[in-house]
C-alpha cells in the first residue's frame, strides 16, 4: 500500500510564505515524478510544480520567481516552497506521485488529501 501526505497548509497574509511537504510511505521502491496541483471551489484542478527523479523542475508562469518545488529522495519527500504569497494563490493543494512499489513491480500513479493554503489581502 503507498500513501502520499500532504502538510503544512495554513493561513497567511499576503507576501508571506509557507513551505508544502508531500511524503511517500509504504512499500515503495521509487518515487518517480511529483507534481503540485491547487484547486478552488468550482475549479479543474490545476498544474502549479512538477519535479522528475532526477530534479528536473518545471513551473507554470503564474507562480515562477515565487514558488521553488524541490525533494528528498532518501526521505521520499517532496517540498514546494512558497514565497510573495497572493490572495489568488489561495487553494486547496494536492500532490500527485508517480511511484514504483514492491520492489518495482507494481507502478502506479497517487494523489494525496490535499492540504488547505488561504492567502489573506
Known amino acids: 500500500q503507498v500513501q502520499l501526505v500532504e502538510s503544512g497548509g495554513g493561513l497567511v497574509q499576503a507576501g508571506g510564505s509557507l513551505r508544502l511537504s508531500c511524503a511517500a510511505s509504504?512499500?515503495?521502491?521509487?518515487?518517480?515524478?511529483v507534481s503540485w496541483y491547487r484547486q478552488t471551489p468550482g475549479n479543474q484542478r490545476d498544474l502549479v510544480a512538477s519535479i522528475t527523479q532526477n530534479g528536473v523542475t518545471g513551473y507554470v508562469d503564474s507562480v515562477k520567481g515565487r514558488i521553488t518545488i524541490f525533494r528528498d529522495n532518501a526521505k521520499n519527500t517532496v517540498y514546494l516552497q512558497m514565497h510573495s504569497l497572493k490572495p489568488e494563490d489561495t487553494a486547496v493543494y494536492y500532490c500527485n506521485a508517480n511511484i514504483t512499489s514492491f520492489g518495482g513491480t507494481l507502478y502506479g500513479n497517487y494523489w494525496g488529501q490535499g492540504t488547505q493554503v488561504t492567502v489573506s489581502s
Open positions: 509504504g512499500n515503495i521502491f521509487r518515487v518517480e515524478t
